[in-house]
């Protein structure tokens, strides 16, 4: 009975032991009063690092050299873990009479406080088979400064508390990208220096001084820190890409985004990209060995654009377009889908990509009445490989996804379905408080080809010249 019972309770212990090496640090700094940056440096506006100064007392343990191997297996879930601190450091232990050949070489384990208020704390029973007693614990003063916090942590500890603090912000190769909100202006200075301490590799922090309403869609920013140099270099889902910050619009949120639409795409694959940027849905695209054309209206995207496809070695698998996007559309996409269908197999998918959030929407009555029957009367309708359209759309207020999608039929000027149109309207990010962006996707059909936009109240007139095959849309604004 007796050994059947040991043999339980080595069971139990061993149990114990894996849970303690299962388990992460998962004590935060910023939760234990202690460890927190001292309080007067709340309000700071010019950075004083000096300020930061701060003695804080702190558990630890002390043992030779030769424990640590068994003893940090047991402590490792507590170890005190901050900037620039090494949690485990040696020390030298004058023994008893003070000699040189007294000295003892001994390591100093540092312990969070949060978890560690007393020697009781500690897995007592563990540590008291390495050798290891309350003898060897004590708690000890510590200097903490500037380099030992977070940039996350300094900030916290300098902005107005009532206030909403900075919640995130974006890096783009060396460059920060913020959008500061009006009650963070007066601290921009400090946040752009604290950022440039504190973040790797980071030499410029930039703030974006207006929204996005310019022809080109490229931020206008104010550099509030660092270098005066835009153009950066930066990878994206394994894609190198090289761009001017100040010049093109690139947003590293939608990295995600751009993934899943590169890997709805196979081989030999066709992709329209109508606002392609710099290329992050076209040289993956490209890279992949579909069939790209893309465009952009700004021409400091279609010079990168154009770097980006050479750089990645695809030239041979893009054509790449510096128009506006309603004329890329009407003609060039228009032309080479119809030689396709005339041409070309069906064994290949379709793909159109709209990623101009603000304004997407507004470009999707040029599908309508692409074609009229002359075009392709020899066609077999059932035959026709209809594209898959992915456009995108921002949506402001209460039950976002019912107004996107309302949004996107009235500038269709056609209600969507499953069914018919394989309609899919996808979550993509939240833009701002009541601001959300969605990609909506769905197939065009032959219907919506052939057949001119109309509204309730004026249709949109179509014409065609007899002499050749463009199309001339004449416009009526609905009421």
Known sequence: MQLIKLISQLRVQQHQLRQIFRQRHYFKNMECPELLPPANVRGMRHLQRGEFKKNVQVPRLRINES?????MPLVKKFLLKMEKLKPVRPV?????GGSDEQKAQQKEILLHPLPITKWESLPTEELAK???TELNFSFGELELGYDNWTANEILKS????EEEGLTSYSRIGHIVHLNLRDHLIPFKSI???ILLDKLPNCRSVVNKASTIDNTYRNFQMELICGQDDYKVETKENGIPFEFDFSQVYWNPRLSTEHER??????????LYDVF?????????AAKKRCQVMANDLNPHSFQWLQHNAKRNKCLNNIQMFNKDGREFILKDLQRDLLERWHNSDSKYSIHITMNLPAMAVEFLDAFRALYNDKDLHDLSEDLLNYPTVHVYAFAKGENTKNLVKELVEQNLGCPLNLEEHSLVISFVRNVAPNKDMYRVTFKLTYHLLTTPKETE??????????DDNAVALTKVKCI
Do not use: T
């Open 191 to 193: 946040i752009g220096q």
């Open 130 to 132: 390495k050798d290891v």
């Open 158 to 161: 300098i902005l107005p508390l």
């Open 67 to 71: 424990q640590v191997d068994h003893v």
């Open 457 to 466: 109240s004026e249709p949109i007139v179509k014409k065609r010249k007899a």
């Open 92 to 96: 030298v232990v004058v023994l008893d």
């Open 261 to 270: 639409i590169v890997k709805l795409l196979q081989a030999g694959d066709v």
């Open 276 to 284: 392609a940027g710099v290329g992050p849905f076209s040289v993956p």
